[in-house]
């Protein structure tokens, strides 16, 4: 009887030992789990990012295109002001009205270049400031 009762003693502790390793490996199974979903949850979120970036940038590509579409329906319809001008002086002697029409077409002209010029500008120097943030932080893109 005391041996019978040693031996279940000795399966209740094996089965408990059991146990206690069976829970062991499934914390380690849930802690991998964890690891794995942290994971999968940051790559999920570095695509959305991803995703909304691409999104913002066609945005602006969108914007610049209607700008430059813009600008370039201003530039013909510069070209063709000056065409008519042109035509205007080799038929007729120089009038008033016509020496102030030349005067406008080269104002605007002049204001279109500049435009220009300033988008050239602010572009060197935004390349000017990224140059200089990756001269601090070899990181930056």
């Not at 999968?40 to 995703?51: D, V």
């Not at 066609?58 to 209607?66: A, G, P, S, T, V």
């Not at 063709?80 to 020496?99: G, S």
């Not at 406008?104 to 988008?119: A, L, M, N, V, Y």
Request: glycine letters at 0%; proline letters at 2%; charged letters at 45%.
């Amino acid at each position: 009887m005391a041996s019978e009762m040693a031996r279940e003693i000795t399966e209740m502790k094996n089965k408990w030992e059991k146990t206690s390793e069976y829970i062991k490996q499934m914390e380690q199974v849930e802690e991998e789990m964890d690891y794995e979903f942290k994971k999968i949850m940051a790559e999920m979120e570095s695509i959305q990012k991803a995703i909304e970036k691409r999104s913002r940038d066609q945005e602006n590509k969108k914007e610049r295109f209607k700008k430059l579409k813009e600008k370039v329906e201003e530039a013909n319809s510069l070209k063709k002001d000056a065409r008519d001008t042109i035509l205007k002086l080799q038929t007729n002697p120089v009038e008033e009205n016509v020496v102030k029409a030349i005067e406008t077409i080269q104002e605007k002209t002049k204001s279109f270049q500049k435009d220009w010029k300033q988008q050239w500008d602010e572009y060197y120097m935004k390349i000017a400031c990224l140059a200089a943030l990756r001269s601090k932080d070899p990181r930056t893109p």
